[in-house]
């Protein structure tokens, strides 16, 4: 046992610092509101994805009936028309949010060195809560939102996202996967309060209120920020740094390459997490218009299916949190969750009744929950020093191939007037990915243990060698 422990302390994953006091606690409420307030607005999407779409047709058909004896009279040309393809066009706002939160994930890593986490959120903050709100109050067009929503919220979340989360590994060892799957909870708690919110902001306010609500939520984070604290463990690994240190340890923006250069295990298992991911968002953007134009709900109905969703992930992430730290491997425990995660998927064009589709937010929520391990698996695969950098790694990657859901979910919907066959495919392809990282993870795991043993065996084979040593020394004398 204190072999192990010596061990552990080596390799950087404990420190009796770690996990203690005011700088940890107050680190993790921050990066929480701000995780929270940056998806309750980007995972709410669904619910300005709809706005935005009658928005933008009411203004094309009365441009073109202004020379018509009926353009005075107002006409709603309704949500689920899919003749003009702005299902596709429109969702490439948020998807363009997202893209711009990983692609510039490298830019946020080198930033948070001069500055530090807290300023880094604190300007992403602002920026997203002027984008959101300007894309409520001011677009007519689709381009208009993908400049203010897409660009500049994007930039703003890509100072958000990937730093708070990285915050975690660096502030805790023993209760690592509880807060993971803490801090994970905030980006479904945000959406839980947040779609319903929203649809009744718009209903009542239209897009002024929208626009209120989304800057308020940008203070919010912007002041919460403030809480950060620089870590502990960030400091004694500068001080330890010399010329002769690691690339991972010193070498800012490109540090996130090198360190997955050294830890291809890494890269296999974020490439699965954006299956999953690529699914989660085509199921959060396009659910609330499946309910509605397939299944004929009313408004309120369609938006409350996001909020059994989110609320049953935003409670499952903590149950992970809990359970991971107590499992052997914790991947195993993530990819079993993928697997019926796409399952349940696969079975989506069975889901033809309100009570069928909110038993699968409730079910599908709970199983990608296991996201809520994500900083703990990482720190599990590259070390507890190496893993802020695997978050920005999977931000990066995620936030590229992620993104293409929604848009190419929507274009399917223009084609064939449902969604049933994107989430049948995108369910078997998370299926399958998950199984093969299953299997990965099993030999992995053999040549692990094998290393344990040979090491058990050198070390008895020494502490033999040391007795008979002491043996013979106290015979001769």
Sequence with gaps: ??????????????????????????????????????FFNYYSFAVLYNHLIVVYRQIDHNQTAEASANSSSWVEPGLCSHDDNLGGITAWIGSICMVLLGALSPVSAYLCRPLGYRMVIMIGSLLFGLGMSLTAAVTTSP???VLLYGVLGGVGGAFIYAPALSLIPLHFDKHLSLASGIAISACFLGPTVGSPISQAVVDRFDSGGLAILYGLLG??????????????????????????ATPEATNGALAMFTSAKENPRV????????????????????????????LQ????????????LNLSTALGSVITGLVGRRVKSPIYLQMSLMIISGSLAVFFPLYNSYVLLAIFSV????????AGLMPFVISFIMGARLAPHGVFLMTFVTGILAPLGPPLAGWM????????????????????TATVEIGLEAVFQRKRNRREKETQDET???TAFHDSIVNIRETSL
């Design 1 to 38: 046992m204190l072999r192990f422990w010596n061990a552990r302390t080596m390799r950087g994953l404990t420190s009796p610092s770690i996990d203690r006091g005011w700088r940890s606690i107050f680190t993790l409420l921050a990066a929480f509101t701000s995780l929270f307030a940056f």
């Design 143 to 145: 381009w208009q939102g």
């Design 297 to 308: 709900l009313d408004t309120t109905s369609s938006s409350l299916l996001l909020t059994y």
């Design 413 to 432: 919907y223009d084609l064939f007037g449902n969604y049933q066959y994107s989430f049948v495919v995108t369910g078997l392809v998370v299926v399958l």
């Design 460 to 462: 008895i084979i020494e």
């Design 219 to 244: 203070l919010l984070s912007f002041g919460t920020a403030i809480l950060i604290r620089p870590s502990l463990r960030a400091t004694e690994a500068t001080s330890e740094a010399t010329p002769e």
């Design 267 to 294: 890269i296999v298992w974020i490439f699965v997490m954006a299956c999953e991911f690529f699914l989660l968002l085509i199921t959060i953007v396009h659910m609330i218009r499946h309910a509605e134009c397939s």
């Design 363 to 370: 079910l599908f929520g709970l199983t990608v929950s296991m």
